[in-house]
């Protein structure tokens, strides 16, 4: 596989490079790919780090902005979880073209130019899948609707968005019953990925671990398709948990024991499973995880990460430091989970503190290294994005 | 309150200070306790830090080495737990001095000794606890016999060890409840903190979370006598959750969380919790708490550092670091967790994993700032530890 990219005007465009952007962009994504860019590998931590113009792919973007007509789609969906006589059906959802633009021309097309990020892997808002809620239909006709939108949000704008989807998870019912959706979305929609939810019950994790053979039908038809899986829980309906500050949180650090603990790759070789928020708790206890592999004689953390990979969703520079030092860079992939859970400035840089490109850009690395986690991984770890990008003229 | 170290020879054991470790200690803790110690202040990180003599205080000991009798009582207990009538009695536990000092000989006391830790605050083994198994019942008469076996240890080494109790908690039932054993602990028993477990479940969080009324009666006796808590689960009875590896951590994030959200402090002012394990997953993510409290118009983090402390249970360089940078050096307590989660000899730094002293020296911290993590910061978060350690002869 080779993927060149198109150089033009402008900065913030993935198509639209200057000289300079374009050769890094070409180096690190040389380097991703297998190409040799060694030479580009000096360290470049500076006090005013260089803006990266090269290629750089968000692989963590939810539907946060959805036109208010597939949100009251949703409400009497909801309303309608004990009467299902009286529930929508799919095609009962109405929204312009005009409507899907502005609902993401403000925000994440804005955002996405001002940061230079030149596109998003878009899944359905991750608080909004809600599998929790009603019963298996109730989930097969929301994520109908879900990945749908995200559809179309991709289609019209296929150089900033790239489709991954919702499953029809339900708490009890074997994962089985999400291939058929993940399969349309992928061969009729072309999305690239999916989300998938560890505790569909909503924060009482009622159903097996990751590892347990509940879930193997849809680990083998996500290795069929070889599309690679963000590890993501919904809403938490448990009072103990703040969703975002929690729940999130807490789901990222119990799946990856769940593999530490677990033959789940020995099984499935070739799955590829992403951990967001920057992996939960893992980077910072690192060396409790390894410590705890050693204890229990489990391989070292290294025989994980051909499997495993952490985005970038961390909100503050010594965290972003962190997990750079600690986990290998051809497993950290870019992610700003932008519109996501943190939308403020933050006083102490005068920056939002989701936009983590600065903090990646700030962070000791190699260009080559660099360019890798900007967009080279993910280019690995997606192996359908590359057509997409092609297909999108970003790249060649 | 004044405290002062008391010199003598040797550089593992707190009253035997040699004279450089000595008044790096007095000093370190007259920051701690409110006296100048400015001149104390240069950063001393260096490539092969000194280690530090002063005294060294570990906020998180469990008994992980109990006497073979006290299990075999646990054993008969929970056998019989549909059968109270076969219940032992807490009186039953039969088991010598002698035992009680070879139960901690060969792991505890040597390993204080090498590591120059001074003494543990230590409470019974946190997966032991087991609130989630038997009833009310089965829970304060083991919290009893784990207690008395506390106090055991704690009065026959008086130098190395100051009791921390465990509560009897039930899942559902009011932890007023616990406040009596609570109280015999403290003012019997001379114990100075509690551990709290906020998911007496084990892994199904189905009690309220911290912050509601329903734990106020517990708050209410601590702030009463005094004494702070360690918010620590107990085992995980739930498959998802492996228990040193993601319950703890999660157990942690969670309660965070529940503070940042949560007018708490506003009802309790002087209520002292300590999150363990570093914290959690919230150090490494304390830009997203930050954006967090700030998107929901909640106070700054800042207003919860009157009464949330975090622990230095983190096992790795990295993560002590990070810790150490985000978090003010006035609410970090210095602990091991020894003999606890990881055992094992970190091949990357021919170190034990737990051996987090030598983290906390290599840090880029002042001599002062260390020595308040090491000692001073303790001192003032248990009120009443400075008299136990009079009474031991370890300060003056």
Redesign the interface.
């Known amino acids: 596989m080779t993927v060149k990219i198109e150089p033009a005007a402008g900065a913030s465009c993935p198509c639209c490079l200057p000289r300079r952007g374009f050769m890094r962009g070409l180096a690190g994504l040389g380097a991703g790919l297998g190409a040799a860019a060694a030479a580009a590998s000096s360290i470049s931590a500076q006090a005013e780090p260089a803006r990266h113009t090269g290629l750089v792919i968000d692989c963590h973007g939810h539907y946060t902005t959805e036109p208010a007509a597939m949100l009251a789609w949703r409400k009497r969906q909801v309303d309608a979880v004990n009467d299902p006589a009286q529930s929508p059906s799919p095609s009962d959802v109405k929204v312009s073209d005009d409507e899907v633009r502005a609902s993401v021309s403000d925000r994440q097309l804005k955002l996405q130019s001002e940061r230079g990020i030149s596109l998003a892997l878009f899944s359905p808002r991750a608080g909004g899948m809600g599998h929790h809620i009603g019963n298996a239909r109730t989930s097969l006709d929301w994520s109908i609707v879900s990945n749908d939108m995200i559809h179309r949000v991709a289609s019209l704008m296929p150089k900033n968005f790239v489709g991954v989807c919702q499953l029809p998870q339900t708490p009890g019912v074997s994962p089985r019953n999400c291939t058929a959706e993940l399969e349309r979305c992928v061969k009729e929609l072309g999305f690239v990925g999916c989300n998938v939810n ?2 569909p019950s909503g ?3 009622t ?3 990751l590892s ?1 053979r509940f879930w193997y039908p849809l680990w083998e038809k996500m290795v069929e398709l070889d599309v690679p899986g963000m590890v993501h829980v919904s809403a938490s309906a ?5 969703a ?3 729940h999130y ?2 789901g990222d ?2 799946a ?3 593999f ?2 677990s033959d789940l790759f020995k099984d499935f070789p070739t799955l590829r499973l992403i951990i967001p ?2 992996g ?2 893992v ?10 592999a ?2 229990m004689k489990r391989p070292p953390l290294s025989a994980l990460m051909g499997n495993v990979f952490f985005d970038t969703c ?6 972003i ?2 997990l750079l ?2 986990v290998p860079s051809d497993n950290v992939l870019f992610a700003s989970e932008m519109v996501g ?4 400035i ?1 006083p102490e840089t005068g920056h939002a ?2 936009d983590t490109k600065r903090y990646v850009e700030a962070a000791a690395l190699s260009d080559a290294d660099r360019a890798k986690v900007f967009a080279g991984n993910a280019l690995k770890v997606y192996p359908r994005l590359p057509d997409k990008l092609r297909a999108a003229g970003l790249v060649h």
Chains 1, 2 share one sequence.
Do not use: C, E
């Open positions: 560890p505790d924060g009482y994790w159903d097996p671990p347990d448990n009072r103990n948990f703040h975002t500050g929690a949180i807490n650090t119990s990856f024991m769940q530490v603990t928020h920057g939960g708790a980077p910072y206890h690192w060396g409790r995880y390894r410590g705890l050693q204890d961390v909100y503050h520079q010594p965290g430091d962190l030092k600690v859970a943190v939308n403020g933050d503190y989701d």
